[in-house]
């Protein structure tokens, strides 16, 4: 039974914390503004977050540190603080979008506005995570998630190229709009490298009292939940690829992302994707926060835990209500949900180096791990991935911002 919770923690992080809101919105963009030629962007962002997923587990389940914790004591609070706050400014953002995705999704379903279901919708999160416990949240959005499986169906009912996907694995540079294909590639990073999750999984391990036996499963769930999601994620792209991109339409509003289930599914179509939107970024939105409440927490040396009453541990508590309440003002403000979305991700490529490099510190070092530490392997793929990203998205963030994208 333990470890089959242990797998269930990896497939909601791969669920709830790979395919949502910004995988959906920057996977859709590509395949109808590309096609195949950015599924590059997902295998790789894949291969670095399943090994920064298990380096995760493994630090937890060897020293009982999560991530913001060790970074803390390994390297003081002055340094802990610079990465805390640009996750939090850049959490702030994406609990927006997240909250904006289930409002949305409402909004397919009823023709009501975004703005109208952004309090409820916020109030309805709230509840879950001040009521729920830590394996609630993992159990029900895990198995409401599988509604995603309707991306892959689709994908397979309508034929794709499978010669030309494959090409699409092999980086390339565009032949026009150059600077719209690179912030397209570093959002599908920040997509899926989301620094949110290694906090979530990391806490949650301890939560849920992991050891040294745990390390065999905790590679298993690395790479399992994190490829589920890349599935799920690649298929998207493809849908877009074989639906949008024929007919010249472009990702600037959500729904028209919703169009790419329509011709394999028929009147299905609207319903699977709201549903999908809708449970994916709920669940997105728990952790997203929930994740915030850990590393502040483990920053400051507060107590912290989902599974222990609100009360008891009330500054960890207040900490996801503030951050829902900041993520769901947004709404209020009338921001586009498809343009927050963007920006944040392309903002959490930016910030990756300074929240990721401590990993290779910290998994090096045997004070920690013990004799578990990285090989070379790991850290390379880590290093190099997250260098390139960051200088890709230094340089074309201003390019799109200029060009008005």
Known sequence: MKKFLQVALGVVTGIGGFLEVGSIATAAEAGASFKYALLWAIALGTICLIFLVEMTGRLAAISKHAVADAVRERLGFPFAVIPRTAEIIVNI??????????????????????????IPVTLLIWLTIWAGTLDFIEDATSILGLASIAFVVAAVKMHPDVHAALRGLVPSSPHQDAAHYWYIAVGILGATISPYMFHFYGSGAIED???????????????????????????VLVCAALVLAPRSIEVARYEQAALVLIPALGRWGL????????????????????????????????NWGENKKPDKEARFAMTYVIMLLLGGTLLLTGI????????????????????????????????YVHEHTNGPIGNTVVIVTLVLASIVAIVTIPLEIMGGG
């Open 93 to 118: 953002m994406v609990i927006g979008a997240e909250i904006g995705g289930v409002c949305l999704a409402l909004k397919f379903m009823t023709g009501i506005e975004v703005r109208v279901w952004a």
């Open 209 to 235: 009292k992991w050891g040294e036996d745990s390390l065999g499963a905790n590679r298993i769930t690395a790479v399992l939940g994190m490829s589920f999601g890349a599935v799920m994620s690649m298929a």
């Open 336 to 367: 586009d949900p498809l343009k927050l979305t963007m920006l944040a991700m392309a903002l959490t490529a930016v910030i990756l180096p300074l929240i990721v490099l401590p990993f290779v510190l910290l998994l090096n070092d045997q004070t």
């Open 271 to 302: 319903p699977l994707f709201a549903a999908t939107l809708g449970v994916c970024c709920f669940g997105a939105a728990m952790e997203v926060s929930l994740a915030t409440a850990y590393m502040t927490a483990q920053t400051l040396g507060w």
